[in-house]
């Protein structure tokens, strides 16, 4: 499975702690510093596809009353993001050099 | 707002609506007291966005309980977020299109033998005069086979959905829930 920017930004929210919709939805707009603005269809696209892949799973919270679900990454979605987060990693090494070369 | 909001989760297929439609109603809950406490510009931004967004989503989750693929292009999340998708063709497919490629070989094959048994039998074919030309009736034929194939096989598709056989196969028994997809 390849992942988009919105996807990935998920993926790094749930990295750092088991979070709900809406505190996803904050995170990654604080994450890309307003860049990113999910919408909820596209947030709950994204974790559906995402619960199907088994790639994060619900977990069972005390504060379930307003019919809230939390959401955390499976080892199988912390593995997938290491491996994501080290080709972004190859790819800004190999661009820095190159983006940085001035005109002659 | 809020009214739009649960017309356009209407939209979306019922299992999924049971899923996550009143989580996601929460969550928009949420994003309107946020907005309404940063203005009447940023509510009505936030409401195009959202309801968009839910469109779209609608859209997309249709489009995939028909097909069982986001890989179209139109539909798939924004850059490089391709699933897999479980749809499939039918194994037997492949033998039976294995027989049919042997059976139109063995017709050129005899086609061929017969022609060569009799020596005289084609006479030469000579200059074709554009009043043989038929093009015009092959495409319509073409046009014609295409559209009904296309609707056999929406038909086919559209039956499996109704029948729910898709949606039984995405079950799981254990969780209650969706398992693959």
């Known amino acids: 499975m390849e992942v988009s920017e919105p996807v990935l930004l998920i993926l790094l929210s749930l990295a750092e702690q088991p979070r709900h919709g809406y505190a996803i939805l904050q995170d990654t707009e604080r994450m890309s510093e307003g860049h990113v603005r999910l919408s909820t269809g596209t947030l709950y696209g994204a974790l559906a596809r995402l619960l199907d892949e088994k790639w994060i799973e619900r977990i069972k919270e005390q504060d379930s009353s307003r019919g809230k679900q939390t959401y955390r990454l499976t080892a199988a979605g912390r593995r997938n993001l290491q491996m994501e987060v080290a080709r972004l990693k190859h790819l800004t090494r190999v661009a820095a050099p190159r983006v940085a070369r001035k005109e002659t | ?181």
């Not at chain 2, 959202?50 to 997309?60: H, I, P, T």
């Not at chain 2, 249709?62 to 924004?78: A, E, L, Q, R």
């Not at chain 2, 492949?94 to 060569?116: D, F, H, N, P, W």
């Not at chain 2, 495409?139 to 609707?151: C, F, N, R, T, Y």
């Open chain 2, 1 to 181: 707002m809020l009214a739009l909001y649960r017309v356009l989760l209407h939209l979306y297929p019922a299992p999924y609506r049971c899923e996550f439609g009143d989580e996601m109603m929460g969550v928009l809950l949420e994003v309107q007291a946020e907005n309404q406490r940063k203005g009447a510009f940023a509510m009505l931004a936030s409401g195009v966005h959202e309801s968009g967004g839910l469109l779209y989503g609608a859209m997309r989750e249709h489009f995939y309980s028909i097909t069982g693929s986001y890989d179209n292009g139109t539909f798939s999340f924004k850059r490089r977020f391709a699933m897999r998708s479980e749809f499939r063709f039918p194994k037997a497919t492949v033998g039976l299109m294995v027989v049919i490629l042997a059976a139109v070989m063995l017709a050129i094959e005899k086609a061929r033998a017969i022609s060569m048994s009799i020596p005289h039998a084609n006479p030469p074919v000579g200059p074709i005069r554009p009043e043989q030309f038929a093009i015009v009736q092959v495409l319509v034929a073409i046009l014609i086979w295409a559209i009904a194939s296309g609707a056999i096989g929406w038909g086919i598709l559209f039956a499996l959905r109704r029948s729910g056989i898709q949606q039984l196969s995405e079950m799981n028994p254990a969780a209650g829930q969706r398992s693959g997809k």
